[in-house]
T-cell receptor, first 114, second 113 residues
Framework: AQSVTQLDSQVPVFEEAPVELRCNYS??????LFWYVQYPNQGLQLLLK??????LVKGINGFEAEFNKSQTSFHLRKPSVHISDTAEYFC????????????FGDGTTLTVKP | DAGVTQSPTHLIKTRGQQVTLRCSPK?????VSWYQQALGQGPQFIFQ???????QRGNFPDRFSGHQFPNYSSELNVNALLLGDSALYLC????????????FGSGTRLTVV
């Protein structure tokens, strides 16, 4: 079984500042990792995913994440945030035998202040 | 190109009743997964359908059942509703069982009173 821990439930940050949203995972087998964003009253939108290859993954809207196997982490970063980045962010993990069965963290609320 | 379409968007039911939620996958997708998202929590996997069969199931009671039709659309049925079933129900579709590029719908907000 796998699990995900998002280390910060809320992250406030000023506009144009950098941000990091932290995600740790646990699994006994190799994992695939994802970050999703959810705006109010909407579904989830995939920001980026790590399946294999380079450990630095670039996604949409200027976000990137780094897979660190030794620390079992997959932190999400953006060098300069905008007001429009205010949303809920979810880290998720799955394995190659459970392609449709993702395990999600409880989310991090990113609030970008002017 | 329409994405994943879910209906209805909102629903209010009474304890003990039954409910059916519907999902049309993104064009070209044949695999559908359902998730329950309680307020303030991340989505939890309910089950996945492919070729009209349930392929995987999460830790949900038998009150939760589903169906996939030949056109790949899907239904989620919940019997004997409990107050704790109040949540946002999300449908996600993908190109195949082995595809990790899920597209989520906007969900159905179910309130049980």
């Amino acid at each position: 079984a796998q699990s995900v821990t998002q280390l910060d439930s809320q992250v406030p940050v000023f506009e144009e500042a950098p941000v990091e949203l932290r995600c740790n995972y646990s699994s006994s087998v190799s994992v695939y990792l994802f970050w999703y964003v959810q705006y109010p009253n909407q579904g989830l939108q995939l920001l980026l995913k790590y399946l294999s290859g380079s450990t630095l993954v670039k996604g949409i809207n200027g976000f990137e994440a780094e897979f660190n196997k030794s620390q079992t982490s997959f932190h999400l970063r953006k060098p300069s945030v905008h007001i429009s980045d205010t949303a809920e962010y979810f880290c998720a993990v799955t394995t190659n035998t459970n392609a449709g069965k993702s395990t999600f963290g409880d989310g991090t609320t990113l609030t970008v202040k002017p | 190109d329409a994405g994943v379409t879910q209906s209805p968007t909102h629903l209010i039911k009474t304890r003990g009743q039954q409910v059916t939620l519907r999902c049309s996958p993104k064009s070209g997708h044949d695999t559908v997964s359902w998730y329950q998202q309680a307020l303030g929590q991340g989505p939890q996997f309910i089950f996945q359908y492919y070729e009209e069969e349930e392929r995987q199931r999460g830790n949900f009671p038998d009150r939760f059942s589903g169906h996939q039709f030949p056109n790949y659309s899907s239904e989620l049925n919940v019997n004997a509703l409990l107050l704790g079933d109040s949540a946002l129900y999300l449908c996600a579709s993908s190109l195949s069982l082995a595809d990790y590029g899920y597209t989520f719908g906007s969900g159905t907000r179910l309130t049980v009173v």
